[in-house]
């Protein structure tokens, strides 16, 4: 029996679905062209002066050093660690899923401070390499492992029975299958380090993004750190239009959705202890590190500076409500932006819709604090309402991880069985009518993957909230970062405990719901 | 219920022609099976009735209404009140079964309406399923809600397309029966479309053959079989023995002797066609020689030679419990008149 693929060539992209992913495509790049915008305002000469300062080709070098060296690094272990959970007879599988996950949600600075508190070496460029790579291989474990799912087992009895072995059939037969899902994974991967600025605020290591900062607060020269992000913008659009060129019209995951037989998992037999001890390492590194030094902190809160401590936590409550609140509000942006660009890259093909649904990873042409500067200045010049004001902050969350939850939507969109719609819509319901009753309960899951993602993401986030939160509030980050820069931690870490508590319920849920879709199939 | 009519219909993907000169008519509260080989254009024809897309030239009609017309209006799929069975179901896995019933009545009555339990009723399901999800069915009770949710809007025609997929033989047999009397109580207009000859000649009023696009032949499932258009169409609807012979006045003369030809304008050379069953081994006749034989429980196909020079390989079925063994020298004889063809 043949299966309808749910992309459409020939289908024509409804003129109210093209027109609202079009105004996305426009919000999400809005700091991109403003950025530009600034950049030509100091005139050339301060561009031509940016872009020849000695140190700028260094950073430059500096900063995609680090993206080659941690991305793949972040593939291995993402693809490892899927593979092992998903096809696997591991012992205790939903657990070690849960602290694959977990590093993602760990906010970025608080595990930049504990590393830097474990001395010299890590402060410098491996430091920084295995941060990035530690907190960021979970982006590339979930595409993996939610394609592996989507496999068909049929495929692989095939090679089996065709006399390959297990690591054979892996690399012959199941990596290729990978290719689309790795791809994007890494993209994401090699993009953030691009412009991660976060990771590396308590190291010594200079990136472009540290450079471009040491611009705006030291030269206090907004156009010379446009200028500078110019190379920024323009490797990320190398990197967009590369991944499209060798992902190229490969969709292997689509072809055998639908009813699919539970597939078989290997023994590890005598690999079991060199396993579970690598994902151990894996997880004592990216989870244990910061935990580890939280503990620390507390602990020297206690014998040191308990008057301190206590003091600050006052500031506790009123940070995390800011926090939750900028959280859900961004989160919720962030999927109405989201959802109309994945159904788009779901159902439709063409260049049209290549260029809409890449327009949203422009997010990732800068550094954070970059996009926040020009947001920042946007709205002092033209629109004046809302500048300093917490709404455009909630904007500036919501467009900086757009991406993510395009990512979260798609990768359930992508599994519900074209026919149900069709059904729906021979049965009375418009395209709308469809979209609500049938397409958005099925990929609910999905929904809410991309809600707690961007919900953590901004929990995690410091740079944008330096520049843009009004000056009457506080978030755990920034109170973090406040306080971890006078004499000891303690006072920071009863920011630190509420933001890993809820990276953890973060990382819960997000392992429970990524790429999951309500099929017929469930038990 | 309503009649289908579809006239003139064409559609190409880029350059690709998938559907041209498209002519059919279902008459209201009939079944016809659209019969075709994977590729032929069956799914393009069927999304084309429902509004999925639209024609690049012709017109449908369901009744009086012209629902898609090249180059004029086109009704949106939802406001065309057509029943549609996907394959495999594809019940809503977030609903239950009264409530993947209740889907298409309008919104008043998707609670408690007395047409969801009717719906399940025509199906042959008791109230039982009711409060059940869709994964707590068999793969053939998935088919019969999917019958019942189409049928439940009392839709003006019912598409139904390759609904037995993926089902074992008796199941099938059993679904099949169910989704006919349904259609039948409920006096519906349908089309089904299939690859499965038995499928559609078993279930259609009309069958109509789809090849590369094109409709070549629409009739009975009886003249279908006994009197296909060309010698393709008889070999795709089922085994054909074709042999050389000369036509004149009703009458063809070939290897296996006289015999009476249903197209009698044929004059000269032509080429028979016969159906297996129409050649029994018997005490008469002419002689052949049993090559080997395929058994199939109540029918055994018996491959043989003719016993002269040519040695012209035929089919024969056979009914028998005994059937006689390779290297039998045996006698065969034609009941029934034949078809024939101009020579290609």
Not at chain 2, 84 to 89: D, K, S
Not at chain 2, 207 to 236: E, I, W
């Amino acid at each position: 029996m043949r299966r309808r693929s749910l992309t459409n060539p020939f289908s024509t992209i409804p003129l109210e679905l093209l027109a609202v992913c079009i105004v996305v495509a426009i919000l999400v790049a809005l700091p991109v062209g403003i950025t530009v915008v600034q950049a030509f305002q100091g005139g050339i000469s301060a561009i031509r002066d940016a872009l020849s300062a000695s140190s700028s080709s260094t950073l430059l070098v500096h900063t995609v050093l680090l993206a080659a060296a941690a991305t793949p690094v972040a593939g291995v272990i993402g693809v490892a660690g899927a593979w092992f959970v998903e096809r696997t007879k591991l012992p205790f599988r939903q657990v070690w899923a849960l602290l694959l996950v977990a590093p993602l949600t760990v906010p970025l600075f608080v595990t930049s401070y504990a590393w830097a508190t474990l001395g010299q070496p890590l402060q410098g460029f491996w430091g920084a390499a295995g941060i990035v790579a530690f907190s960021y291989y979970p982006i590339i474990y979930l595409l993996v492992a939610v394609a592996l799912r989507g496999l068909d087992p049929a495929l692989e009895e095939t090679a089996r029975a065709l006399g390959l072995n297990a690591r054979q059939t892996f690399f012959r037969v199941v990596l290729p299958q990978l290719r689309p899902a790795l791809l994007g994974g890494l993209l994401l991967v090699a993009l953030d380090a691009l412009v991660e600025f976060d990771a590396f605020v308590a190291l010594k290591f200079q990136t472009f993004s540290s450079d471009i900062y040491a611009q705006y607060r030291l030269g206090f020269s907004i156009s010379g750190a446009a200028a500078l992000s110019f190379f920024s913008i323009l490797i990320c659009l190398v990197f967009l239009f590369g991944e499209a060129r060798l992902r190229g019209n490969a969709n292997y995951t689509r072809v055998s959705q639908g009813a699919r037989r539970a597939t078989t998992r290997y023994e590890l037999g005598k690999w079991l202890i060199p396993v579970m001890a690598g994902l151990g390492a894996v997880i004592a590194v990216s989870v244990g590190i910061p935990i580890a030094m939280l503990i620390k902190w507390f602990s020297e809160s206690t014998s040191a500076g308990v008057s301190m401590a206590a003091a600050n936590t006052k500031y506790l409550f009123p940070a995390s409500v800011t926090s939750i609140g900028l959280g859900l509000g961004a989160a919720l942006v962030a999927i109405l932006f989201a959802f109309p660009i994945a159904i788009l890259a779901v159902k439709h093909k063409g260049p049209v819709v290549t260029i809409l649904e890449r327009a949203t990873y422009l997010s990732f042409a800068l550094p954070d604090l970059v996009a926040a500067i020009a947001l920042s200045y946007a709205a002092s010049h033209w629109v004046p309402s809302v500048y300093g004001s917490f709404g455009l902050l909630v904007f500036a969350e919501a467009i900086l991880f757009t991406p993510f939850a395009v990512v979260a939507i798609r990768a359930t969109l992508g599994q519900i069985e074209p026919a149900l719609e069709d059904s729906a819509r021979a049965l009375g319901s418009s395209s709308l009518r469809a979209l609500w009753r049938v397409t958005m309960p099925l990929a609910r899951p999905g929904f809410v993957a991309a809600a707690v993602l961007v919900f953590a993401f901004v929990l995690g986030d410091l740079s944008t909230a330096q520049v843009l939160l009004p000056l009457n509030l506080y978030t755990l980050g920034t109170e973090f970062q406040a306080n971890s820069s006078t004499v000891a931690f303690a006072a920071a870490a009863p920011f630190a405990a509420v933001l890993i508590v809820l990276a953890m319920a973060a990382a819960y849920v997000l392992m429970s719901r990524f790429g999951k879709v309500r099929s017929v199939g469930d038990g | 219920m309503a009649e289908l009519r579809c006239a003139g219909l064409a559609k190409s993907y880029g350059t690709r022609l998938v559907l041209s000169d498209l002519d059919l008519v279902v008459p209201a509260g009939t079944l016809t099976a659209i019969l075709g080989a994977s590729g032929s254009g069956k799914t393009t024809l069927l999304r084309l009735i429902i509004g999925f897309i639209t024609p690049d030239e012709g017109t449908i009609m369901l009744g009086d209404n012209v629902v898609a017309n090249a180059g004029g209006a086109n009704v949106a799929p939802d406001k065309r009140s057509i029943g549609y069975v996907a394959q495999e179901g594809a019940l809503f896995p977030h609903l239950t079964v009264a409530e993947n019933v209740a889907f298409g009545l309008p919104r008043a009555e998707r609670k408690s309406s007395a047409r969801i339990g009717e719906a399940l009723d025509l199906v042959g399901l008791s109230q039982e399923y009711a409060g059940r999800s869709p994964h707590e069915l068999s793969g053939g009770e998935q088919r019969r809600v999917a019958l019942a949710r189409a049928l439940a809007p009392r839709p003006r025609i019912v598409l139904l397309d390759e609904p037995f997929s993926g089902l074992d033989a008796s199941l099938r047999t059993e679904t099949r029966e169910a989704v006919v009397n349904a259609l039948a109580l409920e006096g519906t207009t349908a089309v089904l479309v299939t690859h499965d000859q038995a499928e559609a000649l078993s279930m259609g009023r009309e069958v109509a053959l789809l090849r590369a696009g094109r409709l070549v032949q629409t009739a009975t499932p009886t003249s279908l079989y006994r009197d296909p258009v060309d010698l393709d169409v008889a070999h795709f609807i089922g085994e054909a023995v074709v042999l050389p012979g000369t036509a004149s006045a009703g009458v063809v003369e070939c290897a296996l002797g006289r015999l009476d030809v249903r197209t009698p304008n044929l004059e000269g050379a032509v080429q028979v066609m016969i159906r297996p069953e129409q050649i029994q081994l018997t005490t008469g006749g002419v002689r052949a020689e049993v090559v080997d034989h395929v058994y199939y429980g109540p029918e055994t196909i018996v491959r043989l030679v003719l016993a002269d020079d040519s040695r012209t390989p035929i089919l024969a079925k056979s009914f028998a419990q005994d059937v006689p063994a390779a290297g039998e020298i045996v006698n065969v004889a034609v009941t029934g008149p034949v078809a024939a063809y101009p020579p290609q």
